[in-house]
Every structure is written in C-alpha cells, then in structure tokens.
C-alpha cells in the first residue's frame, strides 16, 4: 500500500512558477514509477509527466519545456516544477504511483491540489 498526498498548489499569475510536491508514505517507494495529471473543469483527466523508477522521465507536449518532474526517493517524494505557467493549466493536479505487477498493476492515487493560473 500506498499513501500519496499533494501539496504546493495555490494562486499564481500567468509566467510564474509552482513547486508541486507528493509525499508518500508506504512500502518501497523507490520502485514505483510516478506520474503526475491533471484535470481541468469540463475536461478529462490527462498524464503531463512520469518519470519511471530508474528517473527517465517524459512530458507531454504542452508542459515539454515548462514542467519537470522528479523524484528523491530518500525523501519518497515527487515533484513538479512548473515554469512559466499559462492559464490553459489551471486544474486539479494528483500523483499517481504506479508498479506494473502482472497481471493486476497497482496504482494509487493523491487526493488532488489545485493550481489556478490567473491575473
């Protein structure tokens, strides 16, 4: 098991910068791969960043450039740094901690902290 809480969201005008952080507390975090999404009003739940459990890590293209995940795992903790922040990210953004166990993954979830890009 796995226990996954956010925090950093808040307030911020477009062009600034957040640090988002996930804590988690459990086993063996170190051999989860992480992920970081999010979900805007009216829209899907979308992946933007992982980074696997060996630190390669991948963006989708609309955070390629802005947002970059990473991990200390003396710490069990994810972050995202998020640059130059527009207001098409505003949304609810959750940590994922995924381990690909066959047949059945696991994968847990954060309870979400939101990031409001605005004048």
């Known amino acids: 098991q796995v226990q996954l809480v956010e925090s950093g969201g808040g307030l911020v005008q477009p062009g600034g910068s957040l640090r988002l952080s996930c804590a988690a507390s459990g086993s063996a975090f170190s051999i989860y791969h992480m992920g970081w999404h999010r979900q805007a009003p009216g829209k899907q739940r979308e992946l933007i960043a992982t980074?696997?459990?060996?630190?390669?890590?991948a963006y989708v293209d609309s955070v390629k450039g802005r947002f970059t995940i990473s991990r200390d795992n003396a710490k069990n903790t994810v972050y995202l740094q998020m640059n130059r922040l527009e207001a098409e990210d505003t949304a609810v953004y959750f940590c994922?901690?995924?381990?690909?166990?066959?047949?059945?993954?696991?994968?847990?979830w954060g309870q979400g902290t939101q990031v409001t890009v605005s004048s």
């Open positions: 994922n901690a995924h381990y690909p166990k066959w047949p059945n993954p696991d994968d847990y």
């Open positions: 980074i696997t459990a060996g630190g390669n890590t």
